[in-house]
């Protein structure tokens, strides 16, 4: 029940960040800022590492966790794994996959 609420959640932080982006790349120019990826990248670039590590930890985790709670329930839409037992199986191989690749996707990059 917990992960099906955090998947509804993260789904809606995503989309709002998405937009935000969207809205502040097209506005903020017409007000003398820059949001390109080359200001982005130039910006990030000189956060020490602890601060990028950390921003990107907390970038990659709702995305992974939307994306693998995204497959179970693609698999539940199959109806498989609707057991009670099952519901907890992919539940916890979700909070595993989402671990693994935050952070895989914190430190890759």
Not at 39 to 62: D, E, Q, R
């Amino acid at each position: 029940m917990i992960l099906s609420g955090l998947h509804r959640i993260t789904g809606v932080a995503l989309g709002g960040a998405f937009y935000l982006y969207a809205l502040s790349y097209v506005a903020l120019p017409a007000l003398g800022y820059t949001v390109d990826a080359a200001s982005m990248a130039a910006a990030f670039g000189s956060l020490p590492l602890a601060f990028k590590i950390a921003i990107k930890t907390i970038a990659a985790a709702p995305f992974s966790l939307h994306f693998w709670n995204g497959f179970r329930h693609l698999l539940w839409d199959s109806t498989r794994e609707l057991t009670v037992k099952g519901v907890w199986r992919t539940g916890y191989v979700v909070l595993g996959l989402s671990a693994v690749s935050t952070l895989a996707l914190a430190i890759a990059f």
